[in-house]
Every structure is written in structure tokens, then in C-alpha cells.
């Protein structure tokens, strides 16, 4: 495996340029699949990384129910720095799954609870509840419902809410609770991710606008009832679910619906530093697979051969 078996730790720092530019010079929704696929990839590597590592770690502890041969000499100099990295990587890939755990159940809690609190209200796609808090968010599930309150309503004028179903509706047809919440679990598995997630969070909320001022024909008016909805609202009860007003660069939302709509086709040429960026991000997500690709199958067959028959 050689010092290859760390590139995938590291490797996430390759995607920090497209993670900035990739806001101001991909269209929402290309930028989105970009930077949530980038950040799977590379919290997968990076995951794999550990796993690699706490093998080899977990193999030297006294009292393991691993096959002896695994903690011969043999094996352990396939991995440098074993003595330190090893034992290090299972603390850190514990952390790793606690964090993932933790953020599936929140999101499955807040979902669960969201569901009950509307039980007593009509199955319809659009669901008021009757409180006088504004905020609005989409609730996907087997039927997904369009979530908001009698107060947020109240702030909004005819199209402005028309704009705010619109962008609702925007965020569950694009499924954009899959990109939120594939980032959040990449942020968990690497910290050097997060970068990719808050860019992701600002990128599907600007997709939706996108979506909502052109099914409303009115760019002004989704930028003035996002820039209403800001003012007043307190935000959706998780960060994978997608809401209107969510907490963030709002100004920037309003400034890019003020100006021409982005070209849905248009990709930065690679001689600019949009381009450069995509094409290190890329070249860092194929590194990091190859770099855990080999490990993986190196440590197999160091282990196969290690382990008796």
C-alpha cells in the first residue's frame, strides 16, 4: 500500500477551489451534482482509507478475535507507520460512524416528527399549519407535502407565495434532500469536506429559485419574496431539509435573481480557474479512488496470504 493508503485523507483538499467558484460559474443545478458527487466520492476514499488502517491496527491489540497471522511482521510492513496510524484510525473511523449515525437519526427524527405533527391535517400536497412562526420547507416521503405556516403566509403577497410553492416544489422534484443529505454524511466521514456541504446548501436553494422564477416568469418577484422571507423566517427544523429562507449568502440569492438567468449549458472553459478547479476536483476524486482501489486489493492479498488455512 506505501504512503498511497493516506492520499484519500488529504486528497478532499483538491476540491476547496470548485467548492468557491464553482457558486459563481456553474448553473445551480449542474454545480449541485458536481460538488454532492465529488463529496461522495471522496468521503467513501477517505472512509475506505480508515477502514484500511484500523485493519491492521485492530490486528495488534491484545485480545482481538482476529486470525494471528495478521499481526506478523509480514503484514504490517505493507502498512507504513503502522504502530501509530493504525491505532489512530480506529478512534477516528469510531468518529466517523457516530457522526454518520447521529446525523441519519436527526434527520429521521426530525422527518418522523414532522409526519405526526401533520397526521391531523388534510393529505393534501400543500400543508398551513396553524402557526403565527413564518417558515416554510419541503417534507419529502412517500407523498411529498409542501410545509408552511399561517405566519409565513401572512408575509407574503399573491405571487410572492406563488414563488414560494414554486420553489418548494422545486427543491422535491430536483430530490434535493439526496444531495443535502449526501454531503452532510461527506462532512461527517472527512472534515475537510465541509466546505463542499456549505456550498451545496447555498447551490440546491439557488437552483430552486431558478426553478421557481421561471415557472413564475418573474425573477423580481421570487427575489423579493426570498429577500421577505429572510427577514422573518427561522429557518426549516433540519439541515437536510430544503426550505425557502434558508440561512446563508441570502443576499447573493436576491443579487442572482436580479441578473439574467445562468446558462443551463455552460461550462467554464479549462484555461479559467472555474475550469482548472473542475478539472482538479475531478482529478482528486479519480486519484483518491484509485490510490483506496489499490490499498484495498494490496491488503487483501497481503492478508489472504497471512491467514491459515
Known amino acids: 500500500m506505501g504512503v498511497f493508503v493516506f492520499l484519500p485523507l488529504v486528497l478532499p483538499f483538491t476540491a476547496w477551489p470548485i467548492a468557491r467558484l464553482a457558486e459563481h460559474h456553474l448553473h445551480p443545478r449542474t454545480a449541485t451534482r458536481l460538488l454532492a458527487s465529488i463529496a461522495a466520492v471522496l468521503a467513501v476514499c477517505s472512509t475506505l482509507c480508515l477502514v484500511l488502517l484500523m485493519v491492521v491496527g485492530t490486528a495488534q491489540l491484545p485480545g482481538n478475535p482476529l486470525p494471528d497471522g495478521w499481526s506478523d511482521p509480514e503484514v504490517r510492513a505493507a502498512l507504513p507507520y503502522d504502530e501509530v496510524?493504525?491505532?489512530a484510525a480506529i478512534p477516528a473511523l469510531l468518529a466517523v460512524i457516530t457522526g454518520g449515525a447521529r446525523q441519519a437519526c436527526r434527520h429521521h427524527r426530525v422527518r418522523r416528527g414532522a409526519a405526526?405533527?401533520?397526521?391531523?391535517?388534510?393529505?393534501?400536497?400543500?400543508?398551513?399549519?396553524?402557526?403565527?412562526?413564518?417558515?416554510a420547507y419541503a417534507l419529502p416521503g412517500s407523498r411529498d407535502r409542501i410545509v408552511v405556516t399561517?405566519?409565513?403566509l401572512?408575509?407574503?403577497?399573491?405571487?410572492?407565495?406563488?414563488a414560494l410553492f414554486a420553489h418548494e416544489r422545486a427543491h422535491l422534484i430536483g430530490r434535493h434532500h439526496r444531495f443535502l443529505m449526501a454531503v452532510q454524511l461527506a462532512a461527517c466521514a472527512n472534515p475537510f469536506l465541509r466546505p463542499l456541504r456549505t456550498s451545496v446548501r447555498y447551490t440546491t436553494e439557488r437552483w430552486a429559485d431558478e426553478e421557481a422564477a421561471a415557472t413564475t416568469g418573474s425573477r423580481r418577484t421570487v427575489a423579493r419574496a426570498v429577500a421577505k422571507a429572510a427577514l422573518v423566517t427561522r429557518g426549516a427544523p433540519a439541515a437536510t431539509l430544503a426550505h425557502f429562507a434558508a440561512p446563508g449568502p441570502v443576499p447573493r440569492r436576491v443579487a442572482a435573481l436580479l441578473a439574467p438567468a445562468p446558462l443551463s449549458r455552460a461550462w467554464p472553459s479549462v484555461f479559467t480557474a472555474a475550469g482548472l478547479a473542475v478539472w482538479g476536483a475531478a482529478v482528486g476524486a479519480a486519484v483518491s479512488a484509485l490510490s483506496s482501489a489499490n490499498s484495498a486489493i494490496t491488503l487483501f492479498f497481503v492478508l489472504k496470504a497471512a491467514t491459515p488455512l
Open 85 to 87: 496510524a493504525g491505532k
Open 116 to 135: 405526526r405533527a401533520l397526521a391531523a391535517l388534510p393529505d393534501r400536497s400543500v400543508a398551513v399549519l396553524p402557526d403565527d412562526t413564518p417558515y
Open 150 to 152: 399561517a405566519g409565513m
Open 154 to 162: 401572512a408575509e407574503l403577497s399573491g405571487p410572492e407565495r406563488r
